[in-house]
Nanobody, 116 residues
């Protein structure tokens, strides 16, 4: 069974930092491309960052590029999202995400709230 467990969210002031973690199990993590997706209140899901298997390729949406950094530790089956220079507009529930044979998988999410 695929399981994705996010952690690390919280309440921070504008300009602050957080590091999110996603512990994965139930699939071949090292062979899988992983992503982070967020959903703000009243909005649809927004893809913000991805990392290819092997970690050599990372991708970012323009809204977070230069502020967020995705990484992975295949020995720990964990993907991370370092978030710096946080803004109120980053307030959302953040989800770890992947697709396996076209089927999407999400974790339960972790809430990030940025106060102005």
């Amino acid at each position: 069974e695929v399981q994705l467990v996010e952690s690390g969210g919280g309440l921070v002031h504008s300009g602050g930092s957080l590091r999110l973690s996603c512990a994965a199990s139930g699939f071949s993590f090292g062979s899988s491309d992983m992503s982070w997706v967020r959903q703000a209140p009243g909005e649809g899901p927004e893809w913000i960052s991805g990392i290819r298997s092997g970690g050599g390729v990372t991708m970012y949406d323009g809204s977070v590029k230069g502020r967020f950094a995705i990484s992975r530790d295949d020995a720990k089956n964990t993907v991370y999202l370092q978030m710096n220079s946080l803004k109120p507009g980053d307030t959302a529930v953040y989800y770890c995400y992947l697709q396996i044979l076209g089927r999407p998988y999400w974790g339960q999410g972790t809430q990030v709230t940025v106060s102005s």
